[in-house]
């Protein structure tokens, strides 16, 4: 028994080593290779490639394993680190790597078989400590505080927003406008950065997810079951926390108004995730065309309010129950 469980670990390792010559292997470094380059080079559009950035790893780390896999994400984070060190953009490497790394993460997780909210919980909280040592390594070796660092990379960002906006035929007034007002602005984001980075890092995950299995169930892979996601709802007592976190903006107190809207930003996101599941419930009941909802869902992406209404949609759902006033669609019959 015990020459046949060590005959199996010795074919095991033989079938891996043997994957580093297959097809799949390069094809995975050059895959994952140009997701990195297009996160870190192209214009406008490296902001979307990097919220994939994690997908090619998910995909060939599930499907070659985790040597190779891991393999795949540590040759192709090289092979970018000296394109970006020498095209002067090595700053996008910690990006690069952090987001790759969850690629591998969430591969894991799929295969320990977790809920839906753990799945997202768990590859959020190891990213946001990731990020934490990052600042707090950056602070230590520029030597300041880790909030004047955060403070300097949000300056930074909004200044290249304002050239930007210059390019693009902006009105004068509002350029004027965003220049007369640089250091509250700064001071505002500073402010909701915690909620900022939680927000931002659960959307990555959680659109990761929803990729990541509809790719695995088109190529044939197994993936992880988490139920009818356009059922999903978010816990009943988190209702509480933003009532309380609302009514905690009243306060005379600049620090409990800080940790409130921050609490407030986090819960209308969860809300926002629920406004979502109600959508996907309609589409899917009503038999929605599939490039109908893609068109829908880049532009509620695209309109900042039709995201508010969807979030407080979320949240009156919570008494109102949208999903029974859906009734599946009637076909017709000759």
Known sequence: ?????????????????????????????????????????????????????????????????????????????????????????????????????LGIILSEIFHRKYSIEKTVVYPVTVILLLWCSFIVFESLSAGVEPWHLVEDYIGRNIQESIQLYAQLDIPAEQIDLL??????????????????????????????????????????????????????????????????????????????????????????????LQGLSIISFLFKTRNVHRSFRILSYCLIFAQQYIILLIAFVGVFDLWVDFRKFIKPATSSTP
């Open 179 to 272: 220049k007369d007002n640089f250091k509250q602005i700064t001071s505002f984001f500073a402010n909701i950065f915690p909620a900022l980075v939680l927000v931002s890092a659960s959307f990555i995950v959680w659109l990761n997810i929803l990729a990541a299995r509809e790719i695995f169930q088109r190529t044939g892979m197994w993936n992880p079951d988490f139920g009818d996601l356009s059922r999903w709802r978010a816990p009943d007592r988190l209702i509480w926390l933003l009532i309380a976190a609302g009514g905690s903006l009243l306060v005379p107190v600049s620090l409990a108004r800080i940790i409130s809207l921050n609490l407030v930003i986090v819960c209308l996101f969860v809300y926002f």
């Open 1 to 101: 028994m015990a020459a046949s469980g060590q005959d199996q670990r010795i074919q095991t390792l033989s079938k891996e080593r043997g994957a580093f010559f297959k097809n799949i292997f390069f094809t995975g470094i050059a895959v994952s290779s140009l997701a990195f380059l297009a996160a870190s080079l192209i214009p406008m559009l490296g902001a979307f490639f990097f919220i994939l950035t994690p997908l090619p790893i998910i995909y060939y780390y599930s499907k070659t394993g985790r040597i190779q896999g891991s393999a795949i994400f540590l040759i192709s984070f090289f092979l970018v680190a000296v394109v970006l060190t020498f095209s002067g953009s090595a700053a996008n490497l910690p990006f690069i790597l952090i987001t790759g790394f």
